[in-house]
């Protein structure tokens, strides 16, 4: 399995910009489709987006599309999230995931390996 390392979070006004960054360990990272997940206190874990390894495939949760972007580096082993237009309701601990194959994934039970997560807060 991968290891997940998440970085980037913090307190942002609503309407502004992060960037969050996953660092996976190993080799075969390209073989990973990998997703962004993210979990508000007292709520369920929510998908936000996935990419396929090889990509270009990506899926996108409803209540991030047109905000977020999702992309990766393979050279680097790393996969972000780039998020604008940040509302309140983004605010929660973001969590990288990874699942090996070519499947693109958007179920919680999709991904076997997870990284423990970045909080991003937006301020209104």
């Known amino acids: 399995q991968v290891q997940l390392v998440e970085s980037g979070g913090g307190l942002v006004q609503a309407g502004g910009s992060l960037r969050l960054t996953c660092a996976a360990s190993g080799r075969t990272f390209s073989m990973y489709a990998m997703g962004w997940f993210r979990q508000a206190p007292g709520k369920e874990r929510e998908f936000v987006a996935a990419m396929s390894a090889s990509g270009p495939g990506t899926r996108y949760g409803d209540s991030v599309k047109g905000r977020f972007t999702i992309s990766r580096d393979n050279a680097k082993n790393t996969v972000y999230l780039q998020m604008n237009s940040l509302k309140s309701e983004d605010t929660a601990v973001y969590y990288c995931?990874?699942?090996?194959?070519?499947?693109?994934?958007?179920?919680?039970?999709?991904?076997?390996?997870w990284g423990l997560g970045t909080q991003v807060t937006v301020s209104s």
């Open positions: 995931a990874a699942r090996l194959g070519t499947y693109l994934p958007s179920r919680i039970s999709d991904f076997g390996s």
